[in-house]
């Protein structure tokens, strides 16, 4: 019997964490948008950053505790085997928690995470704040490992790189003072939905402390200088070779095979459905171009498509199909004529690098978008700010499409901002200091 528990308990284990997985996408696509219309989400934001995760994940912890406490001893050997690794490699990057490696989004520490790996270097993805099904270390893709257990084991990697955002830098007390820290300032601090002070003063003691402050947004790198003149801007980028494979089949997807069917050119969207979106801006759009389809991709992220986006949506030319997994985007990008970004401009989008912007021109798509500062960067983007100028710049975005010489251009400008330049510029930054 006691040689069967430890089995028994890792089965149970996957099982729970199997349910979870599928509860969290079921609560982040239907529960929190009702919560919020019901208005029973809690007003007083979280305190405590990852220190204090959801109640639900609390319990379910201090179960796995119980079930894992005979894991102990293969954790350290996985720790063992995990600090050879590291003194053969390049070295060790270890993502702080912060969320979900599964999420329906794929996110900016998902993609420097791999990248981190593919050149080399051991990289831990911290999930000790999420619903991944991980105990002890767990390799998931070459050199990139997922972990959960005691955070102590993190402590003994060798002379790791700790990658830590807004909401979780105050988790770097657990290491040595002598690690290095990247800060990653990914958005306006209004963004996270953590107590304000707890956030002003994780950010206050990022820029003091941290070895380097990255800034993804001119506009948020321009405040970072202020106290960080040795801050680097670098901003999102693409999984190039994923986004430029003009191999990949197109999406066995009847909904899609309608909208093939039906002859017109797609405008087509990837992304959240959250409040920064101008559904009023789109459907004027759809409202005076009927000959085109608009298509839209990715999650409710919020209540602002019940609120704002109804009239969008009834539509007989605005599609939207809910969420597509990141592996088969390329494939919906390939039908796209036109990609676009119709964000309303505020202090949010103003700070916000589009991820979405250097996977279109890794796809090669002409993309048409709102004033955001970083797509004005690019003379190659369409801004718009009316619907009438929207209406216009369609033709013309899906005309300039059809020459190679200009796709050919938006896949340069996707190659030079692929995830791949992005880390070899941190590294260079990080070589310099």
Known sequence: MSRLLPQWASKLSSLIWRLLVRYGRFKYRYLLPLYRRLHLMPNAAKAQGTRKPSGTLRYVQALMRRLNRTALPANREQLQRIIERVQQSKGAVIFLPSVSWNLVNTQRSHHLAREFARQGYVVIFDSTNAYDDVSGFQEIEPNLFLFRADEAF??????????????????KAAYPASTRIVYDWIDDLEVFPYDRQFLDANHAQALQEATAVLSVARRLHEQ???????????????????????????????????????????????????????????????????D??????????????????????????????????????????????????????????????????????????????????????????????????????????????????????????????????????????????
């Open 224 to 290: 970072a200088t202020q106290v960080r003149p040795d801050a680097l801007y670098l901003p999102n980028g693409a999984d190039y070779l994923h986004f430029a494979n003009e191999q990949m089949a197109l999406p066995n997807d009847p909904q899609m095979e309608r909208l093939r069917q039906a002859g017109k050119p797609i405008a087509g969207y990837f992304g959240a459905l959250a409040e920064w979106f101008d559904y009023a801006l789109l459907d004027e759009v759809a409202a005076r171009r009927s």
């Open 154 to 171: 993190l402590q003994d990697i060798p002379d790791p790189l700790l990658w830590a955002l807004s909401y979780n830098f105050d988790r």
């Open 292 to 433: 085109w389809n608009f298509l839209l991709l990715g999650p409710v992220y919020d209540l602002s498509l019940h609120q704002r986006g109804r009239s969008l949506l009834k539509r007989t030319n605005v599609h939207w199909l809910g969420t597509r997994p990141y592996q088969a985007l390329p494939a919906y990008l390939r039908l796209f004529d036109v990609a676009m970004i119709p964000f309303l401009i505020n202090d949010i989008t103003r700070a916000t690098s589009p991820l979405k912007l250097y996977e279109y021109f890794a796809g090669g798509k002409p993309v048409i978008s709102t004033a955001l500062p970083e797509c004005l960067a690019y003379a190659e983007v369409q801004i718009v700010d009316t619907a009438q100028a929207f209406s216009q710049a369609l033709e013309v975005a899906r005309q300039r499409g059809g020459e190679p010489q200009f796709r050919e251009r938006l896949r340069q400008l996707g190659r030079e901002n692929s995830w791949t330049a992005r880390v070899e510029e941190l590294l260079k930054h990080l070589h310099h200091m």
